[in-house]
């Protein structure tokens, strides 16, 4: 009775293809014990642990024309480096994962809570955050492929990112700002505290400018008293749910109820003394 198994026997102990194992054999790493007269190729257990070695060596991110000059000759110093450095890939791998996972938690959150919030204004508490500048433009130019393009500052996975527009009428400069989120201290700061919010779709410049307009007759209705510039998000990854529609958040920093209180009380005070003086 033999002892060596066939090919198709190989291939299916070592949970492998016919056609891997042939792959492995005509770039010189593994070789049968003998052909037989029928001309089958038999295998012993020496190309058993040869074939467990290169899955092995595969797993480690080792090319196949890089294999056999493994088996052949590295040491015991040398494998320990190669696994070091597989460990090193791995735990990079990990973070990539890992990061990702964050990002889809992320999206589904913000999905979620652009389902729950759409076309609806509500007082949000936010904490600090800095934003880094990253596009400066003209008024009136629309953000463009070619403007894109001509950015020195690259920014990895864009429209992964919230893109903040900043609207602030107490200042003359000519020129918009463009910001992302960053660490602090970052080019600008947008302090913690209560802000009014609204979450809208909208495809054109014109439709953003209503949306704008909106936001301000909403404030005044309500007597909300703006206390800081209007933060336009644009959160472009969101567009995955909505045909192409870009979804934004609309925000500005409001006086708190203490604060418009201690505001009255200045003013009480004030006409209290205006008053006193006149008499």
């Known amino acids: 009775m033999k002892s060596e198994i066939t090919i198709s026997e ?40 040869q074939l467990a070695h290169i899955q092995l060596l595969r797993k480690l991110g080792v090319p196949v024309q890089s294999i056999k000059d493994c088996m052949a000759s590295y040491s015991a110093d040398q494998y320990r480096k190669l696994l070091q450095h597989s460990l090193r890939e791995v735990d990079k791998e990990l973070q990539r994962l890992n990061e990702l996972r964050q990002y889809i938690e992320k999206v589904l959150q913000e999905q979620q809570s652009f389902s729950s919030e759409f076309n609806h204004y509500q007082i949000k508490r936010r904490e600090i955050s800095f934003l880094a500048r990253w596009i400066e433009m003209d008024p009136g130019t629309k953000l463009n492929a070619k403007l894109l393009a001509e950015q020195t500052k690259r920014v990895a996975n864009l429209f992964e990112s919230d893109i903040h527009y900043i609207y602030d009428s107490s200042d003359d400069s000519s020129v918009i700002t463009l910001y992302l989120e960053t660490h602090a201290p970052g080019d600008m700061v947008l302090p913690g505290g209560e802000y009014l919010s609204t979450q809208r779709l909208a495809r054109e410049d014109d439709e953003l400018d209503d949306l704008i307009e909106q936001f301000y007759d909403y404030a005044a209705v309500h007597s909300y008293v703006i206390s800081g510039p209007l933060i336009l998000i644009e959160r472009s990854y969101l567009s995955l749910f909505s045909s192409n529609d870009l979804h934004y958040e609309l925000l500005a920093a409001i006086e708190s109820d203490e604060r418009s209180e201690k505001k009255n009380d200045h003013d009480r005070r004030a006409i209290t003394i205006e008053l006193m003086q006149v008499k």
């Open 10 to 49: 190989l291939a299916k102990l070592m949970n492998v293809s016919v056609h891997q194992i042939r792959y492995f054999e005509e770039k010189g790493v593994l070789h049968p014990a003998y052909i037989d007269h029928n001309q089958y190729r038999m295998y012993s257990m020496d190309q058993i642990y």
